[in-house]
């Protein structure tokens, strides 16, 4: 059994380096992509309290497809532009979002969703694909998460 989880509760950027820690760990030397994703969003779903949905959006033409997550069943076409994840693919930007009901075109996978935050996986300048987190809780995700958010998808941006 592999087992990384921190067992007592730490601070955010000490969590997220251990987890940053996990994925590189997990993925090294990987180097089948959907494998790499689903074990990241697997690792997403157990480090992170309080999330209902942690996995990948994959850049296929001028969309957004479905990739490897943790959660409940999910959109499976998201066009550039649209939603948090379109918006996120679209400007290469962190959407980091208190309330996704304030979000202009929000796409609600899941009614239970409240708060979200996405960061693009970008290789040679261009967006691959996208790592969204989804929360129950208003404003769940801050600074901290996109900056640990963001180390994570540095690290997979050539090994997915
Ligand atoms: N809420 C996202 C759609 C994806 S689900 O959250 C898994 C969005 O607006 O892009």
């Not at 994925?23 to 990987?30: D, K, P």
């Not at 304030?102 to 009614?111: K, N, V, Y």
């Not at 691959?128 to 404003?139: E, F, H, K, Y």
Request: hydrophobic fraction near 50%.
């Amino acid at each position: 059994m592999l087992e990384f989880k921190p067992t007592t509760a730490i601070a955010k950027p000490a969590l997220y380096a251990d987890l940053l820690e996990a994925v590189r760990a997990i993925t090294e030397g990987e180097r089948d992509a959907v494998a790499n994703m689903a074990n990241t969003a697997a690792l997403l779903w157990d480090f992170l309290p309080d999330v209902n949905w942690t996995g990948f959006y994959r850049v296929v033409g001028h969309e957004l497809v479905l990739g490897p997550f943790a959660g409940r069943p999910a959109c499976i076409r998201i066009p550039f532009g649209q939603g948090v994840c379109g918006a996120a693919a679209a400007s290469g930007e962190v959407q980091l979002v208190p309330d996704v009901h304030l979000f202009p075109g929000h796409i609600a996978c899941d009614a239970a969703s409240r708060s979200e935050l996405v960061v693009p996986v970008v290789r040679h300048s261009r967006v691959i694909a996208v790592i969204d987190c989804d929360s129950p809780s208003l404003a769940r995700f801050d600074d901290e998460d996109a900056v640990g958010l963001v180390a994570i998808a540095h690290l997979l941006a050539d090994r997915i």
